[in-house]
């Protein structure tokens, strides 16, 4: 079927969309968002468990998870900003 092609487009297209998004959000309001990321993610879990198809379910749970892992993405964003500075420093 033609949902797991659809899945993998949402996948890679969501990847890159969280990237920028930590990016900017860290970037700007530092790292307390992640209750935000916290929420989506637990909400997502819950509708995961309660959906009535596999592919909701399939398509929550993932939600679910990229959401917590971006809370980790969150706090070690500020490091890796340092550490970009620093380098842009050294090669100036």
Do not use: D
Request: charged share 15%; proline share 2%.
């Amino acid at each position: 079927m033609y949902i797991g092609v659809l899945f993998g487009i949402y996948v890679f297209l969501t990847i890159g969309i969280y990237h920028v998004l930590v990016v900017k959000i860290e970037e700007r309001l530092g790292v307390w968002p992640w209750l935000i990321f916290l929420l989506l993610g637990l909400i997502s879990i819950y509708c995961s468990w309660t959906a009535s198809s596999h592919s909701w379910s399939l398509w929550w749970g993932y939600n679910a998870f990229l959401n917590l892992w971006t809370i980790v993405e969150m706090f070690e964003q500020p490091e890796r900003r340092l550490n970009k500075e620093k380098l842009q420093s050294i090669s100036q």
